[in-house]
């Protein structure tokens, strides 16, 4: 070959190789401008149960994030823990995603207990896009392992796969045979009674097994979605001792004191408006100043350790802002925070048969101990709730309000908030947005469902956000709908419609229904037009069927 030869072929070597590297080099500037993404969801967390909405827990860690980042105040869940994890992770109303009730199978697809095939989680979508999925923590929308987070696209789980679960094992209060947990797919029979490591706390091994997750994600180089799901502080109320031992007196001056304190802290903060009036007293929970002394110290021990489980929790969330540090990541990971529902008046007796002898063991066991089973009930989750009324399972903002806080250094501006409604279903929108995956009309050879939520891209980014037109809830037979400030609401079985405007009353006190019946008609003829096509079926009729 002539020199002439050579050089013409060498360029045009150097020519080719320059022209195949650019895509490549193009696409890794790509993937590395694709934010990670965590997910925190926390379990029958209150309106009201941390620093940064109100709370005298302390939780510095989640206080750094609302005053580096953005909160939302009038941010809804769905009621519940198995609807509100559908909704999550599907963009989807829980009906539309097979969850309309809880994780069992009523009969209908639109109760069948578990995600359907007419919907895409948000892992499923953005491995789409190469990212390294992964969930640890709680489940609960479907128990077989054709229904776990390893087969709705997540590469690591570490997972409770039922609803309920003990803080310290062994343990002698039996579960439910679906509340067991997974390891990337597999069950792990011994969990649940095999020895554990002096210092075990399931809070804490949730997020064990969460940084993990992040080093495993680090060692493939991929854009990461962490998804935690915290069980706390779901009942039963179990707590580390040096943690319960913080709070122990601190609740000796009662309910009533405490939900004006967290009041007009709410107030203070700029998360409620002066406008909005503290809610009574629940008319189930006394006067603190009726109870006996030994009455009070009791109460005072359960708030102690429900105190103390989210404390534990914030102390986890501080672990996961270090390792992000640590790594490098923390400029380049967005933390989104919320809780499933509000908090749960629910008695933990008896909500399943045990056998005599063990619920003998542990019925009446005081709080501190950590083989007791026992709640906080509806004393103490009126104030959780403040300065809402109601509780998980209904309809009223106490039931469906949640703390939010998005937390990106260097993008989010700090200390913001935004006061427009927005919901669990706008959650998927946005890390699709943000992660370049557009919302298919097909996955994996199945017609999805059509995106229900709405990008909080704008908002994150401090610019102005349209939101919803209407939002909707229905579970169990009760109803709600909220448009712009007016939002009408209805509790099974009474099944009678009351109508608020929430601008002026978020507290629901005065109901306007009789007064502005033409609103009330308008806002029952939106639900009326909703419902038959989310699937939603009076739950009379479904729940007569399963009795």
């Known amino acids: 070959m002539s020199k002439n030869k050579l050089i013409v072929f060498f360029v045009l070597l150097v020519s080719l190789s320059f022209v195949q590297s650019v895509p490549q080099k ?15 969801l926390v379990d029958d967390l209150g309106f009201s149960d941390i620093g940064c909405y109100g709370s005298e827990i302390s939780t510095p860690n989640l206080d ?33 995603a097979g969850v309309g009730s809880m994780n069992a199978n009523l009969g209908t697809p639109a109760y069948q207990g578990y995600l359907n095939k007419q919907s895409i989680t948000i892992a499923e979508g953005l491995k789409t896009q190469g990212y390294f999925t992964a969930l640890s923590g709680k489940w609960h929308i479907g128990n077989e392992p054709d229904q776990w987070p390893s087969a709705r696209g997540f590469d690591r ?71 935690i799901t915290f069980n706390a502080p779901h009942f039963p109320l179990q707590a580390l001792p040096e943690d319960i031992a913080k709070y122990r007196g601190k609740y000796k001056k009662g309910w009533d004191v405490i939900r004006t304190e967290r009041y007009r802290k709410l107030l203070k903060l700029g998360v409620i408006k002066p406008e909005w009036k503290l809610s009574p007293r629940d008319s189930l929970v006394p006067a603190w100043n009726q109870l006996r002394a030994t009455e009070q110290d009791a109460w005072d021990l359960k708030m102690a350790v429900f105190a103390a489980m989210v404390d534990r929790v914030d102390q986890n969330i501080g672990r996961i802002l270090d390792k992000l540090k640590e790594t490098g990541a923390d400029q380049h990971t967005l933390i989104l925070f919320m809780s499933d529902n509000g908090a749960s008046h629910e008695y933990a ?75 669990l279903i706008d959650v998927q929108a946005t890390l699709f947005d943000l992660a370049g995956v ?47 400030k007016w939002k009408i ?58 009795n």
């Open 26 to 40: 193009e696409a890794e500037k790509k993937a590395a401008a694709k934010p990670n993404l965590i997910v925190i």
């Open 64 to 96: 750094k994030m609302a005053q580096g980042g953005l909160r939302l105040t009038q941010f809804y869940n769905t009621s519940r823990c198995c609807p509100s994890r559908a909704a999550l992770l599907t963009g989807l109303y829980p009906h539309q």
């Open 157 to 227: 789980t570490f997972s409770l796969i039922g609803g309920t679960s003990n803080y310290f094992y062994p343990h002698p209060y039996k579960l439910r045979k679906d509340d067991f947990f997974i390891l990337n797919g597999k069950k792990l029979d011994n969990y649940l009674t095999e020895a554990k490591p002096d210092g075990y706390y399931l809070t804490n091994e949730i997020t064990d097994y969460a940084l993990l997750f992040l080093d495993e994600a680090r060692a493939e180089k991929k854009p990461f979605y962490l998804h």
């Open 349 to 423: 007796f008896p909500l399943w048969k045990q056998t005599e002898e063990v619920t003998k063991q542990v019925k009446d066991l005081p709080a501190d101990n950590r083989n007791s089973f026992v709640t906080y009930e509806y004393n103490w989750a009126n104030v959780s709730n403040t300065p809402f009324q109601s509780f998980k399972h209904w309809e009223h903002e106490g039931g469906i309000s949640s703390p939010f806080i998005a937390y990106l250094p260097g993008t989010i501006k700090p200390n913001s908030f935004n006061h427009q409604p927005a919901h």
């Open 438 to 484: 557009k919302y298919p009309k097909t996955f994996e050879g199945n017609t999805l469902t059509p995106a229900q939520g709405l990008s909080l891209r704008n908002v994150l980014e401090g610019k102005p956000w349209t939101g919803h037109e209407v939002l909707y809830w229905e579970h169990q037979g009760n109803r709600a709908v909220r448009q712009g």
């Open 489 to 546: 609401v209805s509790s099974y079985p009474e099944n009678r419609w009351r109508l608020f405007d929430l601008e002026t009353d978020r507290t629901e006190l005065n109901d306007l229904s009789q007064s502005n019946a033409a609103k009330l008609q308008e806002l029952i003829g939106l639900y009326e037009k909703w419902a038959p096509k989310a699937g939603v079926q009076e739950w009379s009729t479904i729940s007569q069927q399963n």
